[in-house]
């Protein structure tokens, strides 16, 4: 089996506490079980409006996460120094919208790469490895390389997504191109964002992506039969894409 790195994102797990404001269900506890289940990464999200993870749960999944933890934020001085300060295993670098219900697209590193390209040189002087969250598109890859990052990983909403056959087929083969191309020039190569159950094994199939952060789908799960089974059920999947 190709090896692979599954990072379970709980800020889903934090929206639910938020929606009333107390102080559970409690994502650091989510994580816990994550673990226990097979997540080899915890990833959350800052948002710079704080929707869902607060900065008291960063604070915290630093002092507890055993494996990895990946911290997603925008590419902004504020939230540089904060990662700058929790020192996370990595960070993603993501385009951020407030009246967005959730990330909406990959981060455009071609039209803003000096802004982009001073967060990554000021993470990585803290020994921080830095991904980027981006289209599978050449360009952004390429750009992401110019600029220094260790990692790309490809939105993958647009396959999620597809209405039908030739829309799904050519957009797995951006996935797949664009896998190919990122891990050539020597860019660790990782994917996110809608994936579940039902859709994982044609982007979980392809080798040169090492890692799947993911998110809804599992939280979502977890509601239904329990964190740790919904985090095994995801890696079975995934390794069964693999084999």
Not at 5 to 13: K, S, Y
Not at 95 to 106: D, V
Request: some cysteine; aromatic content about 4%; overall charge negative.
């Amino acid at each position: 089996m190709k090896p692979f790195t599954l990072g379970v994102n709980v800020d889903h797990v934090a929206t639910l506490r938020q929606a009333r404001r107390t102080t559970y269900p409690d994502p650091v506890a989510a994580a816990v079980l994550a673990e226990l289940g097979g997540a080899d990464q915890i990833t959350i999200h800052l948002r710079e409006d704080r929707r869902h993870i607060q900065e008291r749960d960063l604070r915290l999944l630093r002092q507890t996460v055993q494996g990895k933890l990946n911290l997603e934020m925008a590419a902004t001085k504020e939230m540089s120094a904060l990662a700058y300060e929790h020192k996370p295993d990595m960070v993603t670098l993501v385009p951020e919208k407030r009246e967005e219900l959730t990330t909406e697209g990959g981060l455009d590193v071609v039209s803003g790469r000096e802004q982009v390209r001073e967060v990554v040189r000021f993470l990585k002087d803290g020994d921080i490895r830095v991904s980027l969250f981006i289209d599978p598109d050449i360009d952004q890859i390429r750009a992401a390389h110019k600029i220094g990052a260790d990692a790309v990983e490809l939105h993958t909403g647009a396959w999620c997504e597809a209405r039908n056959s030739d829309i799904r087929q050519r957009e797995l083969q951006r996935l797949v191109d664009s896998a190919k191309t990122a891990a050539k020039i020597g860019l660790g190569v990782y994917a996110g964002h809608g994936l579940n159950l039902h859709n994982i094994a044609p982007v979980a199939a392809i080798e040169e992506i090492t890692e799947f952060n993911i998110g809804h789908s599992i939280i979502a799960q977890a509601v239904l039969v329990g964190m740790e089974r919904a985090v095994r059920e995801m890696r079975v999947a995934i390794e069964k894409a693999r084999s």
